[in-house]
């Protein structure tokens, strides 16, 4: 499976984005698909995850609600609708497929490239 993020881009704090996941060479249908973070200097940091059918999906405490992920399977994608989005959100997004993706990220096999997103005035 390849992943392409996208989406990522400037934006002032306050504002709405959406990144998208899209994958190629095999369909998503079978897997679990999370969103992850890194800021300069840290960690990358678990942000969401759904379940390969939308039955579940999880979010780390830190979002407060702000985020929302979910998928089109027709399309191979997973997207994360960013809202409210504040300085401390800039970071490289990462998009990773699991067969149960979930906040570990060892759990992950495939990973997209990533895509930055600044949030500055």
């Known amino acids: 499976v390849q992943l392409q993020a996208s989406g990522g881009g400037l934006v002032q704090p306050g504002s709405s984005l959406t990144l998208s996941c899209a994958a190629s060479?095999?369909?998503?249908?079978?897997?679990?698909v999370g969103w992850w973070r890194q800021a300069p200097g840290k960690e990358r940091e678990f942000v969401a995850a759904?379940?390969?059918?939308?039955?579940?999906?999880g979010y780390a405490d830190f979002l407060k609600g702000r985020f929302r992920i979910f998928r089109d399977n027709a399309k191979y994608t997973v997207y994360l609708q960013m809202n409210s989005l504040k300085p401390e959100d800039t970071g490289v997004y990462y998009c990773?497929?699991?067969?149960?993706?979930?906040?570990?990220?060892?759990?992950?096999?495939?990973w997209g490239q990533g895509t930055l997103v600044t949030v500055s005035s």
């Open positions: 990773g497929a699991a067969t149960i993706a979930g906040a570990r990220q060892n759990d992950y096999v495939y």
């Open positions: 060479g095999r369909s998503l249908r079978t897997l679990g």
């Open positions: 759904i379940s390969k059918n939308s039955g579940s999906t």
